[in-house]
């Protein structure tokens, strides 16, 4: 995710896909969540390389693309 300055401020999860024929009209900063290795799933807690950390959970608003 980009400001409107073209820096990076978030990324979303590679597996994210917006709704199909859509476009991002807005996105906001919904809440921000603590998150921690023992919350995590075991198969991925190798790979954790903090014990807690902030998530930003994003507010995408989404309007038909007429192009």
């Not at 980009?2 to 859509?22: E, H, I, N, Q, Y």
């Not at 919904?30 to 807690?45: G, H, L, M």
Request: aromatic letters at 8%; glycine letters at 4%.
């Amino acid at each position: 995710m980009l400001d409107p300055a073209g820096m990076v401020v978030g990324r979303l999860a590679r597996s994210f896909k917006p709704p199909m024929g859509t476009r991002c009209r807005a996105a906001e900063v919904f809440a921000v969540v603590e998150w921690s290795r023992e919350a995590s799933d075991p198969k991925y807690r190798d790979t954790v390389r903090s014990e807690t950390w902030e998530v930003v959970v994003p507010e995408l608003v989404f309007e038909p693309d007429d192009h």
